[in-house]
């Protein structure tokens, strides 16, 4: 009995498990001072219910980096600089806007999230979740490129997330075989026959597009409501909603300064100096002509 006792006292713990058998990775690393708060569920291995999400939250730093710069470009057109600073407020956009460019699709079938495609309220759980998810599509690079087919103008913004429930992450627009997802759900179903869920999964799939997406580099800025949130200030855009975040100002979720707006031809100066003279003559926002 007493040997019985030791003999699953010594046994690895779920942890150590994935520990071991993952040490080869060199991603798994960062991982392993988290391994022993992985739980396994009658079907699933998940992260200890403790709300700290440890584990994910470090997945998904490896998988989708998080944005460190100080400024960002976001392109737009005349009309929307108007409105932007006008209203003295920059929207995040729904995700259910761009649903026909892939979004959320590439993650579940790259990943096996079945889930994600099934049918809920009459439509594909993916369409359910993008209606929470918000984002504004932002830009580090200084060469704007084809860039300018989004818009004549171009806002540089120094965007700073401020709560644990904004991301501010780069894109990725391919995965890889040994890809850190597709590791550990391999190997938590080859070993324990259990599937893998991170928690967060149902937003950070919002960082993962096909590679035809490649040459923008998108940083993205996200926000997604949860049943709780009542600090978000929505706002009806078209047919969708969208999140309003008030510029140089502070906000619980993040805080966004208008640095300089640029834009592509001398022809469109005339227009932005007046609509920045109109609505915003105090903030000494730069205004430069592209290549100048």
């Not at 640095?259 to 022809?267: P, R």
Request: hydrophobic residues 40%; proline residues 4%.
């Amino acid at each position: 009995m007493i040997g019985h006792l030791n003999h699953q006292l010594q046994q690895p713990t779920l942890g150590d498990t994935f520990a071991a058998g993952l040490a080869g990775y060199e991603w798994s690393k960062r991982l392993e001072p988290h391994y022993r708060r992985l739980l396994a569920t009658e079907k699933t291995i998940v992260e200890c219910l403790d709300g700290k999400q440890l584990l994910s939250t470090e997945l998904w730093d490896i998988c989708f980096p998080r944005a460190t710069g100080q400024g960002y470009w976001h392109y737009t057109t005349l009309d929307h600089l108007d409105a932007i600073v006008g209203t003295r407020e920059i929207w995040l956009h729904s995700l259910s806007m761009r649903m026909g460019e892939g979004e959320l699709k590439e993650f579940p079938a790259e990943f096996g999230f079945d889930g994600f495609l099934a049918v809920d309220e009459g439509l594909p759980t993916i369409y359910v979740l993008a209606r929470d998810l918000f984002f504004l599509s932002l830009s580090d690079n200084d060469d704007p490129g084809d860039m300018w087919g989004y818009g004549e103008v171009r806002l540089k913004l120094r965007v700073q997330p401020v709560a644990s429930r904004v991301d501010l992450r780069r894109m990725a627009y391919k995965t890889d075989p040994d890809h850190p997802v597709r590791v550990l759900r391999n190997f938590a179903m080859q070993r324990y026959g259990r599937h893998f869920i991170p928690w967060q999964v149902s937003r950070q799939g919002a960082f993962l597009l096909d590679n035809y997406f490649s040459w923008e580099s998108e940083v993205r800025l996200l926000v997604k409501r949860f049943s709780d949130s009542n600090d978000l200030s929505i706002r009806q855009s078209g047919n969708s909603e969208a999140v309003a975040i008030p510029l140089l100002a502070d906000n619980e979720r993040a805080r966004i300064d208008l640095l300089a707006v640029e834009v592509e031809s001398a022809a469109d100066l005339a227009r932005a100096k007046a609509i920045l003279e109109e609505h915003v003559p105090d903030w000494g926002v730069q205004l430069i002509v592209s290549g100048s």
